[in-house]
């Protein structure tokens, strides 16, 4: 069974720093990541995903994750956070079950 | 394209009464997924559908929940009789495919039990 866990329920940084969500998962085969954004009473939107190829991966608005198998980890960044970026961010992984996981989200705040 | 549409929006009911909710996915997503969030928690999967068969449904408390998913499109999710701890935020979601694809979703409806 897959397994995500998100370090930091809640994560501050100030305006223009740098921004790191971390996401590791657990699986037995090779998955598929996710990061999504929630702003308040919003669905999810997804901003970028990992299936295969480039272990770097660009989404929108800036931000940017990794995809490391040797540290099962999909850490979330941006290089300057803006206040707009304020809002909650889940990890999310699928294997080839088809099954789907979310973590239990990071709540990031920016402070001016 | 148009989104995962839902509703309603907000609904407020007494613990014991039924509620329904509606969700009309993005046109041509053969899996549709129905996701409880409580304050502070991520989604929880309550019921996958792939077309109008049930794939996952696993963590869905039959005993007071259903779902229904007629010609494979629009979907329906009841609760009845409802208890306090039901009281969430109901994301429904789609996607083209299951393995691989992401999913799309609506901007759900939270639900107050008192």
């Known amino acids: 069974a897959q397994s995500v866990t998100q370090l930091g329920s809640h994560v501050s940084v100030s305006e223009g720093a740098l921004v790191l969500l971390r996401c590791n998962y657990s699986?037995?085969?090779?998955?598929?990541l996710f990061w999504y954004v929630q702003y308040p009473n919003q669905g999810l939107q997804l901003l970028l995903k990992?299936?295969?190829?480039?272990?770097l991966v660009k989404g929108i608005n800036g931000f940017e994750a990794e995809f490391k198998k040797s540290e099962t980890s999909f850490h979330l960044t941006k290089p300057s956070a803006h206040m707009s970026d304020a809002a909650e961010y889940f990890c999310a992984v699928s294997d080839q079950a088809d099954q789907f996981y979310f973590g239990t989200g990071t709540s990031l705040t920016v402070i001016p | 394209e148009a989104g995962v549409a839902q509703s309603p929006r907000y609904k407020i009911i007494e613990k014991r009464q039924s509620v329904a909710f509606w969700c009309n996915p993005i046109s041509g997503h053969a899996t549709l997924y129905w996701y409880q969030q409580i304050l502070g928690q991520g989604p929880k999967l309550l019921i996958q559908?792939?077309?109008?068969?049930?794939?996952?449904d696993s963590q869905l408390p039959k005993d007071r929940f259903s779902a229904e998913r007629l010609k494979g499109v629009d979907s329906t999710l009841k609760i009845q009789p409802a208890k306090l701890e039901d009281s969430a935020v109901y994301l429904c979601?789609?996607?083209?495919?299951?393995?691989?694809?992401?999913?799309?979703f609506g901007p759900g409806t939270r639900l107050t039990v008192t």
């Open positions: 699986s037995s085969v090779p998955p598929y």
């Open positions: 990992y299936t295969t190829g480039a272990t």
């Open positions: 559908f792939q077309n109008n068969g049930v794939v996952d």
């Open positions: 979601a789609s996607s083209l495919e299951v393995i691989g694809y992401e999913q799309y």
